[in-house]
């Protein structure tokens, strides 16, 4: 091979960034992968040239073109870049690379979230690499680490926080005591969170590389819809107060779990992401604004922690880039497909009234004798015992108080807070919130 | 291949790690890998039945043997895992191991920072994997971060705690107010020190790993003798305290960087190793204890962390099956010794007094007028500016003064320091400590 011909689908944001850096680094991209990298064609909607030149000098002009068929019929196109987002079109394309025998790399949980597994086993039939490690994390080498660098490991757990929106919102709410509209609203202004964020603030893009990640941890095939997901967007700055008064912090979580063998935990994974109470000391608790961290523990390693910025264009395109880099050692080596995702265990999945978490909740009472100890007692007929309570005093009659309670299962939980919602003293149950205490 | 047969070199504490997770995670690690992965023979220096009954049971007492030709000349050995530590006489074992076509995967950063370069050559020359995941960081896979997870980066800095000696040490010093003498023997005592801690605490342990990170990291060999290297034994509760004002921690850093084309600073690289202080919110500055962490800043994907523990049985066995479980891939590839270390640069060290840094200088002055004006023009002569300055009266008509520089040449401050020394108003310098404020 005398070059490494890449055909970038997109040229936004993540493309451009792997652009700039093919362009920038083009000795060292080289000298480790041992042949000239070069970008042949780039997709793109609508050719502007000014732009393009601007951005990315004259050679780049060349490559711009807005006919996929350039780059998906070229035989001299070595490995595909998918960077344009989207599910079905996507797909649509990677499909004909595959079919066309043409490495792919792409950025694109949304879409392997969905068409992931078949996806690999066609990659994996024509011996081809399908390269993801920007799908989880932006520049942090997670899938890496899952794959192959922790491979000696039974992983027990994997908790992320893998979503840059929501990481941007919770921090700002807690460095500046605001509510959740009005940093939401300034994130959007400054970029960080989309116009439409209901997948970020909703929990769903963490969902989705929570299923690439659990998948890879245990070697099993983890669904999208197997993932519990709750959002942020009820967290107050109240709730956010209180878990400083408990030496916590709240981050939205990507939490998979794995029970070990006569631990007393029901057989199989929990898959969930949600709004949690995190001590102030655990490695993750000051991961703050937009980077992202995942916290790795296995049975030999022990507690491990991966940090770095989980989106934008050159960290993005950092992770690419290596991808590109190791499917050019292996066309080299003509070891192309031997890293495929192994989905050898099948692990029943728990169910979520089975796991097992602590809990924070904070209701609002009619603050008169006996209430107090009638509500305790709803949660003692569940099996359910306290670690902390705080009580303050509210105006007009009302108490508010907020209920730590030990690790139970999310079935007594559910018992106790439906038995509770008939007692007339309670007005309102403000929030619920899961302890991660492990 | 029906077997991956192993051949261990020592059965202490990395080399029982590494047979336990053998055992333990025969499943996994047979899936991963491709094929079954056995430990057939452990050299031992004398053979104790009953422990090794004890430690791995029954199928390990077999395969002990005291004859290192056991495994070195055992055709049916495919790597011998090197964990008996030393130099000499396990340099001359890797060495028969390679010429006698046997893969190689050592924790041994002593012997590596030495030989490294011949036996590198040697692997790749001979179509053989050296590997040494395990050598820098136990179980964080820093090596494979530099060599393949970051590639797409010109890497501009690496900073590391990669000691856990010194940083339970220092982090022990810091939330309990004691003293480095009185630290130093409870980690003795707890096995957190050896018996002779010279190359931990005098900084030659982090020097080492250093020299093996940034060899990867800027694709040029650096020497061990490259490394500038300053210990920990001088710091005292007091500049502890005093950082804390400062809103900084003291930790044994491990620093590398490299200039930028047009960035001001002399062309080249800076390695070593010194106590620093490091203000609180940077990500390595609540890496406490026995834990080690790589603080990794590339060109596009900025600032990643990678969290762990860097030394202990199963943590550096976890490295070490990481390096079997891909050598046995490439074994089944065909396609071992593809990925030696590349030194395809050259690049000068920027000698000590041209590096830049800021400076924690502590002084004991006599008390009078005209003192401070004049200690301040012994800096000023030296174009030496100050970020901050805490005066405080001591006892006997004494000051302490604690300058913080901007940052400097380390030249203009040993010109400083030098004319200071015949300052009689000056009493003592108890401490210069340099700050990473990059």
Do not use: W
């Not at 993932?227 to 107060?241: F, K, L, R, S």
């Not at 007393?264 to 001590?279: A, I, Q, Y």
């Amino acid at each position: 091979m005398k070059t490494l011909n890449l055909g970038l689908l997109g040229l936004g944001t993540v493309g451009g960034g792997v652009a700039n850096i093919v362009n920038n680094n083009a000795h060292d991209i080289e000298a480790r992968s041992g042949v000239p990298v070069c970008i042949k064609k780039a997709l793109v909607r609508d050719i502007d040239m000014e732009k393009a030149r601007h951005d990315f000098g004259l050679s780049m002009v060349e490559t711009i073109t807005t006919d996929v068929d350039d780059i998906l019929n070229d035989p001299e196109i070595d490995i595909v870049v998918e960077v344009m987002g989207g599910v079905d079109i996507a797909y649509q394309y990677i499909l004909r690379a595959l079919h066309n025998r043409k490495h792919v790399v792409t950025a694109n949980k949304d879409l392997l979230a969905v068409h992931g597994t078949e996806l690999f086993a066609l990659a994996a039939q024509k011996g081809l690499d399908l390269g993801f490690e920007a799908s989880v994390a932006g520049g942090i080498p997670i899938i890496a680490a899952l794959q192959q660098n922790l491979a000696a490991n039974r992983i027990e757990s994997v908790l992320g926080i893998i979503n840059g929106t929501t990481n941007y919102i919770l921090s700002a709410m807690t460095s500046q005591k605001r509510t959740f509209q009005e940093v939401l609203a300034e994130a959007q202004e400054l970029g960080y969170a989309e116009a439409n964020p209901a997948s970020d603030v909703g929990g769903l893009d963490a969902a989705r590389k929570l299923a690439i990640m659990s998948s890879l941890a245990f070697n099993c095939q983890v669904a999208l819809d197997d993932v519990y997901v709750e959002g942020i967007d009820n967290i107050t700055p109240e709730d956010i107060a209180y878990a400083a008064e408990l030496d916590c912090v709240i981050k939205l979580l990507a939490i998979a779990g794995r029970s070990r063998p006569g631990d007393g935990r029901p057989e199989g994974v929990t898959v969930k992401v949600h709004p949690t109470l995190l001590p102030v000391n655990h490695p993750l608790a000051s991961v703050d604004g937009v980077f992202n961290a995942v916290y790795v523990v296995g049975d030999a390693v022990g507690e491990t922690m991966f940090y770095g910025q989980g989106a934008g264009s050159l960290p993005t395109g950092s992770a690419i880039v290596a991808d590109i880099i190791q499917t050019a050692r292996r066309i080299i080596t003509s070891t192309t497909g031997t890293l495929s995702p192994q989905y050898y265990n099948t692990i029943p999945i728990v169910p979520l009234d089975q796991q097992t978490t602590g809990f924070y909740i904070r209701l609002k009472v009619i603050d008169e004798p006996r209430v107090f100890a009638n509500l305790a007692l709803f949660f003692a007929e569940a099996d359910i015992s306290f670690a902390s309570i705080i009580q303050k005093p509210r105006r007009n009659n009302r108490a508010e108080v907020v209920f730590i309670t030990h690790p139970c299962q999310e079935g007594q939980m559910r018992k106790a807070l439906t038995a509770l919602e008939s007692y007339p003293k309670l007005e309102k149950v403000y929030n619920i919130i899961r302890i991660e205490n492990e």
